[in-house]
């Protein structure tokens, strides 16, 4: 009987977590489908009119969700995190990535935005705290030499390829800026609330590109149309609020190092469905950026401990069997 007592709180404990995991892996899934979308929508709509067309969407079907769910405004305090998170990553960020993608193929720009989980656990331990132990430190380095590896991969068909993979790394900052900055609107509204009004503050920023997006939803293709609605509702509007979810739930860093899995799934999906595989030496500079990140998430182990030890830590009169 005493051992049920034990271990029955610890069941209802394992709920949240499984539900963080399960958030998390929907957002890792649907990300990873976004790159390859935003590749095919790419050929008909500018990055500006695709970034706007994909917020408007995704817009949209939040909105309908709050009021579904009767979610109200924001407290104040959240406010600034949702403003810069918008302005950051669901603004700059989708503009910059979608022009980036245009230079380079889906996997490539997969590879590079993610040595944003490296400047989230940097900007983490600036800006909320948290810990910058060696090995993290190490794992930077190592990441970075994976990104140069990947530019340089990418240079010998032009500047313009470089300059894609430029741009790949500015969204990397942008995304990262965007995470730090939402972990702590997430302290004080829910994850609806935060990526609903986040994505209407990207939406505003992106304003400027109506006419463009006007002009080129008139003549693009039915598929390219049906791509970027696709990212307004799932990626973003599904994807970034079970990401606020997750985030919630856990550190920055953590739920950051998540979407190293991404790489991996727009290889196979950019396959799949472009036709597109990164060459060797972008792999080469993909799994340094990989290898970077375990090295960063690796801790050290705890040495186990003697009997003699076990003994002689045991309180005076305790006995054996407890």
């Given at each position: 009987m005493?051992?049920?007592?034990?271990?029955?709180?610890?069941?209802?404990?394992?709920?949240?977590?499984?539900?963080?995991?399960?958030?998390a892996?929907?957002?890792?899934?649907?990300w990873?489908?976004?790159?390859v979308?935003?590749r095919s929508?790419?050929e008909?709509?500018s990055?500006g009119a695709l970034?706007?067309?994909r917020l408007?969407?995704?817009?949209v079907?939040?909105?309908l969700?709050?009021l579904?769910r009767?979610?109200?405004?924001?407290?104040?305090?959240?406010?600034?995190?949702?403003?810069?998170?918008?302005?950051?990553?669901?603004g700059f960020?989708?503009v910059?990535?979608n022009?980036?993608?245009?230079?380079?193929?889906a996997?490539t720009?997969?590879?590079?935005?993610?040595?944003g989980?490296?400047?989230?656990?940097l900007?983490?331990?600036?800006?909320?705290?948290?810990?910058?132990?060696?090995?993290l430190?190490?794992?930077m380095a190592?990441?970075?030499a994976?990104?140069?590896t990947?530019?340089?991969?990418m240079?010998g068909?032009g500047?313009?390829?470089?300059?894609g993979?430029?741009?790949c790394l500015?969204?990397?900052?942008?995304y990262?800026?965007?995470?730090?900055?939402?972990?702590?609107?997430?302290?004080h509204?829910?994850?609806?609330q935060?990526?609903?009004?986040?994505?209407?503050?990207?939406?505003?920023l992106?304003?400027?590109?109506t006419?463009?997006?006007?002009?080129?939803?008139?003549?693009?293709?039915?598929?390219?149309?049906l791509?970027?609605?696709?990212?307004?509702?799932?990626?973003?509007?599904?994807a970034?609020?079970?990401?606020?979810y997750?985030?919630?739930?856990?550190?920055?860093?953590?739920?950051?190092?998540?979407?190293?899995?991404?790489?991996a799934?727009?290889?196979?999906?950019?396959?799949?469905a472009?036709?597109?595989?990164?060459?060797?030496?972008?792999?080469?500079?993909?799994?340094?950026?990989l290898?970077g990140v375990a090295?960063?998430?690796?801790?050290?182990r705890?040495r186990?401990a003697?009997?003699d030890?076990?003994v002689?830590?045991?309180?005076?009169?305790?006995?054996?069997?407890?």
């Amino acid at each position: 009987m005493m051992s049920t007592a034990r271990t029955s709180p610890s069941a209802p404990s394992r709920r949240p977590q499984l539900l963080a995991a399960g958030a998390a892996t929907v957002t890792v899934v649907l990300w990873a489908s976004a790159f390859v979308s935003i590749r095919s929508a790419g050929e008909a709509y500018s990055p500006g009119a695709l970034a706007l067309g994909r917020l408007l969407s995704g817009a949209v079907t939040l909105a309908l969700i709050c009021l579904v769910r009767r979610e109200g405004l924001p407290p104040r305090a959240a406010w600034r995190g949702i403003a810069i998170s918008g302005l950051l990553w669901f603004g700059f960020y989708m503009v910059v990535l979608n022009w980036g993608e245009q230079q380079v193929d889906a996997g490539t720009a997969a590879l590079v935005v993610n040595v944003g989980p490296i400047l989230i656990a940097l900007l983490g331990a600036r800006l909320l705290g948290d810990a910058l132990p060696p090995r993290l430190l190490a794992g930077m380095a190592v990441s970075f030499a994976g990104a140069v590896t990947v530019g340089l991969s990418m240079s010998g068909e032009g500047g313009s390829s470089l300059f894609g993979v430029v741009l790949c790394l500015l969204a990397a900052v942008a995304y990262a800026g965007g995470v730090v900055a939402q972990k702590p609107a997430l302290g004080h509204a829910s994850a609806l609330q935060v990526t609903t009004f986040g994505c209407l503050v990207g939406a505003v920023l992106c304003l400027p590109f109506t006419g463009q997006l006007v002009h080129e939803a008139a003549d693009a293709p039915v598929s390219a149309t049906l791509n970027m609605v696709y990212l307004g509702v799932f990626p973003t509007a599904l994807a970034f609020t079970t990401w606020a979810y997750a985030l919630a739930r856990t550190t920055a860093g953590r739920m950051g190092a998540t979407t190293y899995a991404v790489p991996a799934l727009v290889v196979l999906m950019s396959w799949l469905a472009l036709g597109e595989v990164p060459g060797l030496l972008t792999l080469a500079g993909g799994a340094l950026c990989l290898a970077g990140v375990a090295v960063s998430r690796s801790r050290r182990r705890a040495r186990a401990a003697t009997p003699d030890e076990l003994v002689g830590s045991r309180p005076e009169g305790a006995s054996r069997s407890a």
